[in-house]
């Protein structure tokens, strides 16, 4: 079975401060895709970055990079000095299962505090 | 165009009504999906279609019935639902393969009185 764990519920910056975001996750299966998708309060998912299990290269866009260590299965998020706009709900996915099924962690509400 | 269309925004119904919810995209996505997501949790799957086929089911009541009519649209009609039925329900679109990511669309807020 497919799981993601993103043990963070909620957490509270200061703008300008980073922040990372953890995300866990555990499959079987030895091709998989991982994802982080923003969501504002307007209700959309909004797509951040995909990376793919043979692929470990880290990567910086702008104020966002991404560790993802298939070592300890895990695929972090970092936002370089934060802003109010990225204050929402971030949320790591997992696809699987014939690229079928994706699954959603439970969720970092993230707050940047002006 | 990487747009996914949901309509209603909004929808009150009552428990003895019928209602659909409509999606649409034109990205030639050929999979497409169903979530629920109630407040403060994470989307759950509802339904997958996979070239018009339904795919996956993930046990959910009767009274959510999908439908796919081509390629571009993904209805869910509803009927006779609770209370517990009311959240945001979304829906996604992806290309084949796994190199490409879900879009959604802004979701349409169920309520049922």
């Known amino acids: 079975a497919q799981k993601v764990t993103q043990a963070q519920t909620e957490i509270s910056v200061v703008e300008k401060e980073d922040v990372t975001l953890d995300c866990v996750y555990e499959t079987r299966d030895t091709t998989y895709y991982l994802f982080w998708y923003k969501q504002p309060p307007s209700g959309e998912l909004v797509f951040l970055i995909r990376r793919n299990s043979f692929d470990e290269q880290n990567e910086i866009s702008g104020r966002y990079s991404w560790n993802f260590q298939k070592s300890t299965s895990s695929f972090n998020f970092t936002i370089t000095a934060s802003q109010v706009v990225d204050s929402a709900v971030y949320f790591c996915a997992l696809l699987t299962g014939g690229y079928q099924k994706v699954t959603f962690g439970t969720g970092t509400k993230l707050q940047v505090i002006p | 165009d990487t747009e996914v269309t949901q309509t209603p925004k909004h929808l009150v119904m009552g428990m003895t009504n019928k209602k659909s919810l409509k999606c649409e995209q034109h990205?030639?996505?050929?999979?497409m999906y169903w979530y629920k997501q109630k407040a403060k949790k994470p989307p759950e799957l509802m339904f997958v279609?996979?070239?018009?086929?339904?795919?996956i089911n993930e046990s959910v009541p009767s009274r959510f019935s999908p439908e796919c009519p081509n390629s571009s649209l993904l209805n869910l009609h509803l009927h006779a639902l609770q209370p517990e039925d009311s959240a945001l329900y979304l829906c996604?679109?992806?290309?084949?393969?796994?190199?490409?990511?879900?879009?959604f669309g802004q979701g349409t807020r169920l309520t049922v009185v």
């Open positions: 990205m030639g996505h050929r999979a």
């Open positions: 996604a679109s992806r290309g084949q393969g796994g190199r490409t990511e879900a879009f």
């Open positions: 279609y996979s070239y018009e086929k339904l795919s």
